[in-house]
């Protein structure tokens, strides 16, 4: 779960708006610290879902390949299906206060996104980074609950699964060989 967490480019908050309705939200994060943190304005409708309830859910998906129904039998369609996996999680948001924890937090994004470096590190006592530290809003999600799906074919028996695997290899797509590999990481 945590390797999908390092690895993912977005991730899924899931809110109640202030009117009740449900509302998801497609954004960048960083797993950091056993949390989950992400930054945008201090104002707007996600601010003051938040506000009204702090109770999240997030969610990382990652797809992997679509494996047709020929694959498996010849002539039925229910076997097509696409190979993932996802996170998902529980938690409360709450907006950080810590300038030193919102400056780790911020750095620790921009590792993640920008892992070549090329920008002066985000810390506290850095002048250019005073004004950006106050008005970028920053919230963590405490996690209370962490679990995942990974769907890589475990239900098949295990010829089904080699066969599965010996036409995503002969296919040849980029995705198919992680597919291979994660059925062999995911299954044994």
């Given at each position: 779960m945590e390797d999908l967490l390092a690895t993912a480019d977005h991730g899924y908050l899931g809110l109640l708006t202030p009117d009740g309705w449900p509302m998801t939200v497609p954004l960048n994060f960083v797993y950091a610290d056993g949390r989950i943190y992400f930054h945008g304005a201090g104002e707007g409708e996600k601010m003051s879902s938040l506000a009204e309830s702090p109770r999240v859910t997030f969610t990382v998906a990652e797809g992997f390949s679509i494996v047709p129904s020929y694959f498996r039998d010849p002539r039925?369609?229910?076997?097509a299906t696409q190979y993932y996996r996802c996170v998902m999680i529980r938690g409360h948001a709450r907006v950080v206060d810590d300038v030193a924890e919102k400056a780790l937090a911020l750095q620790s994004?921009?590792?993640?996104?920008?892992?070549?470096?090329?920008?002066?590190?985000?810390?506290?006592g850095n002048p250019i980074y005073r004004k950006?530290?106050?008005?970028?809003?920053?919230?963590?999600?405490?996690?209370?609950r962490?679990?995942?799906?990974?769907?890589?074919g475990q239900n098949l028996p295990k010829s089904t699964r080699a066969q599965v695997a010996e036409r995503l290899t002969a296919r040849g797509c980029p995705v198919d060989h992680a597919t291979v590999d994660a059925i062999r990481r995911y299954t044994k």
């Open positions: 039925l369609a229910c076997p994004m921009m590792e993640k996104l920008q892992p070549e470096g090329g920008h002066e590190p985000i810390e506290v950006s530290l106050k008005t970028t809003a920053v919230v963590a999600i405490e996690i209370e962490m679990t995942a799906k990974f769907k890589f």
